[in-house]
């Protein structure tokens, strides 16, 4: 049970809030800054880099974190990576060369990876069952005020401060940020139990999520580049992937076994679902029904507010919907809304109709993500929801961002055939919704798994929460 007071655990949560907001800026910000950043330090031709580099480095970090987690607390890795992502804001923003701004986000990247999952493990000691879905829906709430200020305000600072300080500025709030957790690190912070020795087949998983990183940064570059190199790369790094995904993720994930491995899998898909739909509908905005980019990206801004919507209807769950219910609900609103967004391919269809259609893939995305990220800890073993933290952030990593890449690749091919690409994009992002539907069942049972092994099945039926849990 939570041993923090009332007022201990609201200001734990403006800290946990607060970090992941300031993630939510540098991640959104970062693309308004990098052509400064590129046209000031001569790095053009890394520019995908600066982007893949992250994105790798956060797959090791990710695997690196749950184990370490369980065994050594969330505090010292909360804190290592909150230090690393600081750092690597302060490198990036120091940087007197491209290598060096790239040797920054590596950083970043290690950071965020490793931060994310203790903030989990933080979630599941200091708030009860009834509470966690209330301190998700935070989370994604403080995605929604970056999502719709943070490109314009760093666009200010690069035009009045310079692009450095888009990175400095975030590192200088992140230590107040780390103070408000504080209170909670220090009780709940440590290990569960006895640290025991590395586990063998956690250091193979960090060495093979090594290799998957590498690919998932080859299938970035080669989304970017052209000729042969593009391909020899986007070959070694879908290998890469392909060869090390299962062992990386929990046991019976690709069978979709009960409880954690399916959650782990839906997870997966309805992330890649909206963000490969939501990658390519600006592009179809623009270029086909002639809005410009402020229009067209009003469409992102109605499903930020339709997922932070639905993420505050979750939490206080007020029909009292069960989980199966909300991620089959949440499912539903994917598919509906991609499928109507995928109406703009036609160009007689008014661009408001897609829009709309949008802001539905926001509220199935807010129905679902909690679900899921309260799930996976309700499902965990004692002492393991590090291990379940990081298999459900991984899996987002080596399945959606690989998918975005071949998505970018599969626009860029098909560009002189009118609106095929968008088609095919959009009917892929809809499969991926309408198995997340099918799926849901098999999330929502238990017990959960051996996440580094084993069979992975737990008896048939649905979760229920024990009375020690009451329903939120």
């Not at 520019?47 to 480095?57: D, E, V």
């Not at 804001?89 to 990876?113: H, K």
């Not at 509220?363 to 309700?378: E, Q």
């Not at 996440?451 to 009375?467: K, T, V």
């Amino acid at each position: 049970m939570p041993s923090l007071t009332s007022r201990g655990r609201a200001t734990t949560l403006v800290g946990l809030v607060t970090i992941v907001a300031l993630g939510a800026f540098e991640t959104l910000a970062v693309a308004t800054a990098m052509p400064a950043v590129a046209a000031d330090l001569d790095g053009l031709r890394f520019y995908g880099l600066t982007f893949a580099a992250t994105i790798a480095a956060s797959v090791v970090s990710m695997v690196a974190a749950g184990p370490l987690t369980d065994r050594r607390g969330p505090a010292v890795v909360l804190l290592g990576g909150v230090g690393l992502f600081a750092a690597g804001l302060l490198v990036a923003g120091s940087a007197p060369t491209i290598g060096a701004f790239l040797a920054g986000r590596v950083l970043q990247g290690l950071g965020s990876g490793a931060y994310i999952v203790a903030v989990y493990v933080v979630v599941a000691r200091t708030y009860d069952h009834a509470e966690r879905p209330r301190v998700f829906a935070w989370f994604s709430a403080a995605w929604v005020v970056p999502a719709l200020v943070g490109p314009a305000v760093a666009g200010l600072i690069v035009e009045h401060a310079g692009w450095r300080w888009v990175y400095w500025g975030v590192a200088v709030v992140l230590v107040p940020a780390v103070l408000m957790v504080a209170p909670s690190l220090r009780r709940d912070g440590g290990p569960t139990g006895t640290p025991g020795p590395v586990d063998p087949e956690d250091r193979r998983r960090v060495v093979l999520a090594v290799v998957a990183a590498c690919g998932v940064g080859a299938l970035h570059l080669a989304a970017g580049s052209s000729g042969a190199g593009a391909v020899v790369l986007g070959v070694v790094g879908a290998a890469a992937v392909l060869l090390t995904v299962a062992a990386i993720l929990p046991a019976g994930t690709f069978r979709a076994a009960r409880g954690i491995p399916t959650a782990v899998g839906i997870n997966a898909l309805t992330s890649t679902a909206f963000l490969t739909a939501e990658s390519v509908l600006p592009l179809l905005l623009v270029t086909h029904h002639g809005l410009s980019a402020a229009t067209a990206g009003l469409a992102l801004t109605f499903a930020a507010v339709g997922w932070s919507s639905a993420s505050w209807f979750r939490g206080h769950n007020p029909f009292d919907v069960g989980a199966v219910g909300f991620l089959r609900a949440g499912a539903l609103a994917l598919v509906i809304g991609i499928g109507g967004a995928a109406t703009l391919t036609i160009p007689a269809v008014p661009s408001a109709v897609g829009m709309a259609a949008w802001a539905v893939t926001g509220i199935g995305m807010g129905l679902t993500s909690p679900t899921l990220s309260v799930l996976v800890l309700d499902l965990a073993e004692p002492g393991r929801q590090g291990a379940a933290a990081s298999a459900l952030q991984t899996g987002n990593a080596v399945v959606a961002a690989p998918a975005l890449a071949v998505v970018g690749a599969a626009v860029w091919m098909l560009r002189d055939a009118g609106t095929w690409g968008f088609v095919v994009v959009f009917a892929l992002a809809t499969a991926c919704a309408a198995a997340a539907f099918v799926l849901a069942p098999r999330a929502a049972a238990g017990p959960g798994p051996d996440l580094d092994g084993g069979p992975g099945d737990g008896p048939p039926g649905d979760y229920a929460p024990s009375a020690a849990t009451p329903s939120a």
